[in-house]
């Protein structure tokens, strides 16, 4: 059964600090999705990865996936407390698509 | 604004009753995926549907039921209501396989 495991489940920066969320899975993938939810809001897509070693940029974030080792990072760069909300990545294909708990992030002034 | 569309926003219900969820999704999408988010389940998908066809199953309890019609709407059916499927239900849509689904707002379902 595939199974996704995120950590932190929760986390707390300072801005202007760096930071990596981990997101692991059990069994081979090579598709991952990072999202970000904002309270009482949907999800909005950040970022697809489809192959090993693939690696994406948008603006203070940036997610990599190593399909040898079933683990994807999304590192923030010099947080800024627009980031706050909580980020999901998620694993599989169309017909077994499993999120993981998701990881709040919350941005200190 | 992702272009994906739900009604109703809000939901209060009563136990064994019956409700139905409207999606509708972006221009141009065919695939239809219905999710389930709860504070003790976390976000679960339940089905999906391609161009009026079932395509996947998740975890989808038999009590609950889903179609997508020709315009390509679609509508996900909850029967025989308990407290424990109030919860947020989103419906996402995409192009195709495998490029990102976009969510709608969801509903937010309140079962009493």
């Known amino acids: 059964e595939l199974k996704v495991e995120q950590n932190p489940l929760f986390l707390s920066m300072q801005e202007g600090k760096n930071y990596t969320i981990y997101c692991n899975y059990s069994?081979?993938?090579?598709?991952l999705y990072w999202y970000r939810q904002d309270p009482g809001k949907s999800l909005e897509s950040l970022f697809v990865l489809l192959s090993n070693g693939a690696v994406k940029q948008e603006g203070r974030l940036m997610a990599s996936l190593d399909t040898k080792a079933r683990l994807s990072t999304l590192h923030i760069t010099a947080a800024v407390h627009d980031l706050s909300a909580t980020y999901f990545c998620a694993v599989g294909e169309y017909n077994d698509m499993r999120f993981g708990a998701g990881t709040r992030l919350t941005v200190k002034p | 604004d992702s272009g994906v569309t739900q009604t109703p926003k809000h939901l209060i219900t009563a136990t064994g009753q019956r409700v139905t969820l409207r999606c509708s999704p972006r221009?141009?999408?065919?695939?239809v995926y219905w999710y389930q988010q709860s504070l003790d389940q976390g976000l679960q998908f339940l089905i999906q549907?391609?161009?009026?066809?079932?395509?996947a199953k998740g975890n989808i309890l038999e009590r609950f039921s889903a179609q997508q019609f020709p315009d390509l709407h679609s509508e996900l059916n909850l029967s025989s209501l308990e407290l424990g499927d109030s919860a947020l239900y989103f419906c996402?849509?995409?192009?195709?396989?495998?490029?990102?689904?976009?969510f709608g707002p969801g509903t937010r379902l309140l079962v009493l």
């Open positions: 221009s141009g999408d065919l695939s």
């Open positions: 069994t081979t993938s090579d598709r």
């Open positions: 549907y391609y161009n009026g066809e079932e395509r």
């Open positions: 996402a849509s995409s192009p195709r396989e495998p490029k990102t689904q976009y």
